[in-house]
């Protein structure tokens, strides 16, 4: 039986389709949602992603503000235009791309958002909000991991999830957002022993180690679902290839989980726009 190919485009016109409606709601009030993106440095990956983030607001009647700071700024310069964007109510949602240079405290900057701003939910008040299913600002890539999966009706409760990876913004947060949804999960990361045995448990693989192919078709257990959040020179955390005859459904690279992670950037900043002005 042939697999699921679980691409993003029906996912993202799904929340478009509802975002239009909102974003003429509030735009009859004289309001018109605004997402500020800051980029550090000229890192090229980065500078698509924030490029395509801008694209996808004009496209939504979204305002787009964009803040480019060189690659020598410091912590304290880049916590400085955070802290105006807070002030600035004209700005609806605060993005800080990711990674930024390794001279400058990431994890600082990104408290500097104000929580109601924060709409990828970078902060710590975020993702514990989200961890304990309480209202926030969900991240958007893990986000963007279960809107797939519900779009495509494919079951979380009680199947066995296995997570590949931990950083705060995609590994930590989609591991939270599953085992809120009753699934059993298992985080891995670099100190895991075994991880291709604990990779064959999983009715359900999510691929987030940013290491291409990382992941073989051998590894995967029959019928399993992969989510492969992974993304390098369009090759994704798992080996495409050698697993489509393994899987029952699997994600592409690209056209699966980006466009989708896009979306709820946009979605995020309408509700942050709507909370501010409810």
Known sequence: MEPIILRGRPVVQE??????????????????????????????????????????????????????????????????????????????????????????????????????????????????????????????????????????????????????????ILGKPVSMLLLNRDATVTTCHSQTESIEEIVREADILVAAVGKSRFVQGSWIKPGAVVIDAGYSENTGDVDYATSLSVVSAITPVPGGVGPVTIANLLKNTVTATEQIYS
């Open 15 to 168: 929340i478009e389709a509802n975002l239009s409606e909102r974003v003429k709601r509030l735009q009859t009030k004289g309001i018109t949602p605004c997402l500020a993106t800051i980029l550090v440095g000229n890192d090229p990956a980065s500078a698509t992603y924030v490029r395509m983030k801008g694209q996808a607001c004009e496209r939504n009647q979204l305002l787009s503000r964009r803040i480019h700071l060189p690659e020598t700024v410091d912590t304290s310069a880049l916590v400085g235009v955070i802290k105006k964007l807070n002030d600035d109510p004209a700005v609806h949602g605060i993005l800080l791309q990711h990674p930024v240079p390794g001279h400058v405290d990431e994890r600082a900057a990104f408290e500097a958002i104000a929580t109601e701003k924060d709409v990828d939910g970078v902060t710590s008040s975020g993702f514990g909000r989200m961890s304990l299913g309480l209202d926030s600002h969900h991240s958007c890539t893990p986000e963007a991991v279960l809107n797939i999966l519900d779009h495509y009706e494919i079951p979380i409760k009680r199947k066995r999830a296995v997570v590949l990876g931990r950083s705060p």
